[in-house]
């Protein structure tokens, strides 16, 4: 089943451009800042729910995971917001180790999400 979930993921766009243009307006100096801020913030939220796992921290691994979610989710990132989901569900049974797990993959979403933001600023 993880593997089905692994390949639905690689088809979902890192991100919904047309959500991205549609809260910005079209305005591009506006989705290239919003572009800016969402890499910041998600790199960001990857490293503290990776700190708060390697603790047990699973309050925190839960807020961090929520927070994240929603971000994610509101700029249509909804590949990384699911990623930021499974984490919160793991961390509110106190499973660190699949929080732990799960860096490789907040890894490569990343980097999805930094090429298709990247590609997006050259419009």
Known sequence: MAYLQREAKAVTPAI??????????????????????????????????????????????????????????????????????NAERAARKGDASLCTGMLLEFTIELERMRIALDELSQY
Do not use: P
């Not at 969402?38 to 796992?53: F, G, I, N, R």
């Open 16 to 85: 919904d451009t047309e959500q991205l243009f549609n809260i910005t307006l079209g305005d591009s100096a506006m989705v290239r800042e919003i572009a800016d801020a969402v890499m910041e913030d998600t790199s960001t939220h990857v490293a503290l729910l990776a700190k708060a796992a390697a603790e047990s921290d699973f309050e925190r691994c839960a807020a961090v995971a929520h927070s994240a979610k929603g971000s994610c989710g509101n700029v249509g990132a909804a590949a990384m917001a699911e990623l930021f989901q």
